[in-house]
T-cell receptor, first 112, second 112 residues
Framework: DVKVTQSSRYLVKRTGEKVFLECVQD?????MFWYRQDPGLGLRLIYF???????EKGDIPEGYSVSREKKERFSLILESASTNQTSMYLC???????????FGQGTRLTVV | DQQVKQNSPSLSVQEGRISILNCDYT??????FLWYKKYPAEGPTFLIS?????DKNEDGRFTVFLNKSAKHLSLHIVPSQPGDSAVYFC???????????FGTGTRLKVLA
């Protein structure tokens, strides 16, 4: 089974802090994604990566950056956390563009 | 602009009956569609997918129907079970991209 692991289930950070969310997949997938889920808004794509060191902006990239130095790891960085970034963050990976994405368990981030 | 729409935020169904979840899309370039199920505090789990060259795909109790002319897809669950109670997201991918665009979700409650 594909395993996508996010480093934290719950995280509380202060406004202005730099926050790192880590995601690791163990199936040699090409593509990795970061989404956030908010009530009434569904899952919105923040960034995705189709190869090591390659990244593309999703629909809501403002306030975020990403890093993919190794194929199995995709990090989401909040440069200066704000309260409107309080959300559930979901990492996903897929083998190719024609296959389903597998999700991690999510990180519930609260910015106070 | 919401390209993938799930207009029913919630649905209640009696155990043993059919659950029908609907999804509409606006982008005619979408060629691959997926349904995910999500329990609280967990990541979404892939259920079933369909390519735009098909109009139906079946997997056990789950069937997805695609009507390209109406830009509409639906997920049928027969028979519905209490364990099916979750939030269901439809997602779509545009030809030539790696991005999955998600709807806002429908909360299904199966009553015992």
């Amino acid at each position: 089974d594909v395993k996508v692991t996010q480093s934290s289930r719950y995280l509380v950070k202060r406004t202005g802090e730099k926050v790192f969310l880590e995601c690791v997949q163990d199936m040699d997938h090409e593509n990795m994604f970061w989404y956030r889920q908010d009530p009434g808004l569904g899952l919105r794509l923040i960034y995705f990566s189709y190869d090591v060191k390659m990244k593309e902006k999703g629909d809501i990239p403002e306030g975020y950056s990403v890093s993919r130095e190794k194929k199995e790891r995709f990090s989401l960085i909040l440069e200066s956390a704000s309260t409107n970034q309080t959300s559930m963050y979901l990492c996903a990976s897929s083998l190719t563009g024609d296959t389903e994405a597998f999700f991690g368990q999510g990180t519930r981030l609260t910015v106070v | 602009d919401q390209q993938v729409k799930q207009n029913s935020p919630s649905l209640s169904v009696q155990e043993g009956r059919i659950s029908i979840l609907n999804c509409d899309y606006t982008n005619s370039m979408f060629d691959y569609f997926l349904w995910y199920k999500k329990y609280p505090a967990e990541g979404p789990t892939f259920l079933i997918s369909i390519s735009s060259i098909k109009d139906k795909n079946e997997d056990g109790r789950f069937t997805v129907f695609l009507n390209k002319s109406a830009k509409h897809l639906s997920l049928h669950i027969v028979p519905s079970q209490p364990g099916d109670s979750a939030v269901y997201f439809c997602a779509a991918r545009s030809s030539g991209t790696y991005k999955y665009i998600f709807g806002t979700g429908t909360r299904l409650k199966v009553l015992a």
